[in-house]
Structures are given as structure tokens and as C-alpha cells.
């Protein structure tokens, strides 16, 4: 027989569901939870579009794998070609006389986004800007950004310059999560390059300023592609990514990002339903030494559930009963399903919380006289 055991002990004002679709004038954009990657918002979510320097974080990428690979360290100095000082755009102000370093070179990619500090990165790492543009484009589809794709290392508008926002919030994610220790690179606020930019030192990141638990990671911003961003905050432990695009001026930009961060924070909260290892259902045994056997999740449910509640949470324990003994601790005899209107369902495993051995032979032919005798009540045999 399969059972539905329904669980009434969810309090229904702790869930919610997701806030009515959060409309933003941003032509892409895409908000996560760090922790568990749940999308709490997109929008275009996988156009391929002009990243303008928000395509800096896959050049750090690469930069930050060589130097985890030994390919380089963050005190090795390289030689700016005489392309990389000539390049367009935002600027370190370097010259063909600078060896700089690796270290400086990521501060002036991230504080000041210059264009010849990641061209210079990109000619030490890949010998030549379009080869290491290619390299980037071949390490993004391995990486599973199928949205990306590099002509340079700056962002700088070229035909095939192009990311999607759910691949910026995955590179973004991934600078965080696979390189905690390069990763406060981007909440530097001020570089001042051998005072080479006196009026242009401070981090372009408008959420560094705002006391909203803001951290990283890169503007952007072109006449094809608008005024984007790639940010990140954190508050009581909790993080979320926050990407937007094509917004119209960078005023805009930044109180869209703010207001992205403080909605994610302000409806989302991640919340323990079932506590791991502790029973929450009892199914009956068969043949065994005892009547019933607990169950209970293997680890604790938490699921990042909105706070207001539109709608009840439904929570059902599903097995096949009664269950055959022996059983040992820690079998999986069923799971948890939990449906969360407009969140869909998820299913967790549910473990045997005791030992239950097979019992002996007199009780087991017992059990079986009831069956024969109940069977020929019903004059199943008659």
C-alpha cells in the first residue's frame, strides 16, 4: 500500500510565496541567493548582450585561476606593450617604461576598471589580447556559460563581445565562492596608482558607499550596453548577487541595484522546516520485532521561502507500508515531499530512526494464521 501521511505541524505565516513578479526597468536582469543559488528574479535572463567591463570579472577569472595554478604570483611584474597603453576607455595611465605588478594590476581591473590593466593581465597571460579573449571564450562553455562570448579582455564594444546575466551572476558567484581569498580585491575603495589618478582613485561600485552590507563586484557601462552592474551584499550571514543591465544613467543603476538587494533580503529568509535525524512520521513494520518504525529526515530541511504567506505549504511523508523487517537505522524508507505554491516541489529522504529486527519464528506464524483467517472472513477462500 502506498501511504500519504499529510504534515500539519507547518505554521503557515512563517512561508510565503514569492512577492508578486517584481517588475525593473533594466533591460537583463537576475537576482540569486548565494547559498542554496535560488532565482529570485530574472529578466532576459539568458540574452546574450554587451557586458561592457562587467566581462572584467571573467578576465579575473582566468587571472585568478593562473595564480592558483602557479602560473603566476600576485609579485610578478609585467611589461605594458605599447597596444595595452594605447588602448580606449577607462585607465590606469600606464606606459610602455611601467613593469607593473599582478597585485596592482587586479586593483586597477577592479578599483579604477582599467582598460590597460586587463589588456597588459590578458598580453602576460595569453601572449596576445585576441588569443587570451579566446581562451576566456573556450574556459566560459567549460564552465557551462554557454551565453559568452570574448573578442577582448575589456569589455570594450567588438562584434561577439557578449554575456547573458544569468552567466555574470554565475562568474560573479563563482569569484566568491571558488576564490574567498583574492575576493576582497573588490571591496577596496580607493587605488592610487603612483598618483597617477588623483580625481579618479575610488571604486566605481556605487553600493560600496551605501551601508548595505555591499561587497563586490563591477560596474559597466557603454552606449550600446547602458549602465550595468554585477553586485553583491551580505547581511546576517546571508548573501545575495544582484545583476542588472541597460538601465539609463548610472543614478539609476545604482538605486536599482539598491532597491534589487533590499527586496531580496526584505521578502526572502531561509527557514528550517524539519530538524535532520529527528522523527517527524511512524509507519507500521511488518513481521518485525516492533509495531511501528520512525522516520526522519537524513539533515535539516531549510528551504529560502519568502516571508508572506498568498498560499498554505503542503508537506506529505510517502512510503510503501507496511515496511518488511529487518530494518537497520539510517535505511531511506520514504521521503518528504514539500510543494510550495508557485516554487514547485521538492523531495527529501526520510531514514529509518531504530533498529528493527525480523521477529521470531512464533510471531511470524502468528502474523500469518491472522492473515489466513482474516482472508477467509472476507470468504476469499470459501
Known amino acids: 500500500m502506498r501511504f500519504l501521511l499529510k504534515i500539519i505541524t507547518l505554521v503557515a505565516t512563517v512561508f510565503a510565496l514569492p512577492a508578486n513578479a517584481l517588475e525593473t526597468p533594466a533591460r537583463a536582469a537576475m537576482v540569486i541567493d548565494y547559498d542554496t543559488g535560488t532565482v529570485l528574479l530574472a529578466k532576459n535572463a539568458d540574452e546574450a548582450l554587451p557586458p561592457a567591463s562587467m566581462s572584467k570579472l571573467m578576465t579575473l577569472n582566468m587571472v585568478f585561476e593562473a595564480l592558483e595554478a602557479g602560473r603566476i604570483t600576485l609579485d610578478e611584474k609585467f611589461a605594458v606593450s605599447a597596444s595595452a597603453m594605447a588602448v580606449r576607455g577607462s585607465s590606469m595611465f600606464l606606459n610602455t617604461q611601467d613593469r607593473i605588478t599582478v597585485d596592482d594590476l587586479i586593483k586597477g581591473v577592479i578599483v579604477l576598471s582599467g582598460n590597460d590593466a586587463a589588456v597588459t593581465l590578458a598580453e602576460g597571460l595569453g601572449g596576445t589580447e585576441a588569443e587570451f579573449a579566446r581562451q576566456m571564450t573556450v574556459r566560459a562553455r567549460e564552465l557551462g556559460m554557454m551565453n559568452s562570448t570574448f573578442v577582448n579582455a575589456t569589455g570594450w564594444p567588438g562584434e561577439g563581445q ?177 510543494e510550495i505554491p508557485d516554487m514547485g516541489v521538492q523531495r527529501f529522504p526520510l531514514a529509518a530512526t531504530a533498529d528493527v529486527a525480523e521477529a521470531g519464528f512464533t510471531d511470524r506464524f502468528k502474523a500469518a494464521f491472522q492473515i489466513l483467517l482474516a482472508r477467509v472472513r472476507a470468504g476469499e477462500w470459501l
Not at 597617477?196 to 582613485?201: F, I, L, S, V, Y
Not at 548577487?241 to 543614478?251: D, L, Q
Not at 530541511?301 to 503542503?314: A, E, M
Open 162 to 338: 557578449l554575456m547573458s546575466a544569468r552567466d555574470l551572476v554565475f562568474i560573479a558567484r563563482r569569484l566568491i565562492k571558488v576564490f574567498p581569498q583574492y575576493y576582497p580585491y573588490f571591496s577596496i575603495r580607493e587605488f592610487g596608482f603612483d598618483g597617477r589618478t588623483p580625481d579618479n582613485r575610488f571604486n566605481r561600485n556605487p553600493l560600496l558607499g551605501l551601508d548595505i552590507g555591499a561587497d563586490g563586484l563591477k560596474t559597466g557601462h557603454t552606449d550600446e550596453a547602458g549602465f550595468g552592474l554585477v553586485g553583491s551584499a551580505v547581511r546576517n550571514g546571508r548573501r545575495v548577487i544582484v545583476m542588472i543591465t541597460g538601465m539609463e544613467s548610472s543614478a539609476a543603476r545604482s538605486s536599482e541595484a539598491e532597491r534589487l538587494i533590499s527586496w531580496a533580503f526584505r521578502e526572502f529568509a531561509m527557514e528550517t522546516l524539519f530538524e535532520g535525524e529527528t522523527e517527524i512520521a511512524r509507519a507500521d513494520v511488518w513481521l518485525g520485532q516492533e509495531a511501528q518504525i520512525g522516520m526522519a529526515p537524513v539533515e535539516d530541511i531549510s528551504l529560502l521561502l519568502p516571508y508572506r504567506v498568498l498560499s498554505s505549504i503542503k508537506a506529505e511523508v510517502v512510503f510503501e507500508g507496511p515496511i518488511e523487517a529487518p530494518i537497520a537505522k539510517g535505511d531511506e524508507l520514504g521521503e518528504l515531499v514539500i
